[in-house]
């Protein structure tokens, strides 16, 4: 088993930046990648990036490509999801997501393990 725990999320206001952390514990070694989704009210949950865990390759959905990074930290075994210039639209509960198989990253039907999101509120 992989536990992900996600922190950072906030209430912030439109055009600032947020940090969200991905902390996983138990068989990481399993996990091949790591991605965020998030889930609006009323919306199927969506994908928004991921990261191989080896080599580091990393995809973005074209709505956050240039304002959302994913990082990782191999020895904290942490994922990081940097938030610029939000919008209020980015508003929605975030989760994190671990996949043991290969193959796209897209699809919340890949993911085995994902955490108990965190709420990323953005005011206008």
């Known amino acids: 088993q992989v536990q992900l725990v996600e922190s950072g999320g906030g209430l912030v206001q439109a055009g600032d930046s947020l940090r969200l952390s991905c902390a996983a514990s138990?068989?990481?070694?399993?996990?091949?990648?790591v991605g965020w989704f998030r889930q609006a009210p009323g919306k199927e949950r969506e994908f928004m990036t991921a990261?191989?865990?080896?080599?580091?390759?990393?995809y973005y959905a074209d709505s956050v490509k240039g304002r959302f990074t994913i990082s990782r930290d191999i020895a904290k075994s942490t994922v990081y999801l940097q938030m610029d210039s939000l919008k209020p639209e980015d508003t929605a509960v975030y989760y994190c997501?671990?996949?043991?198989?290969?193959?796209?990253?897209?699809?919340?039907?890949?993911?085995?393990?994902w955490g108990q999101g965190t709420q990323v509120t953005v005011s206008s």
């Open positions: 138990g068989r990481t070694f399993e996990c091949l990648s």
């Open positions: 990261i191989r865990w080896a080599g580091g390759s990393t």
């Open positions: 997501a671990a996949k043991r198989s290969p193959g796209s990253v897209v699809s919340t039907t890949g993911y085995t393990f």
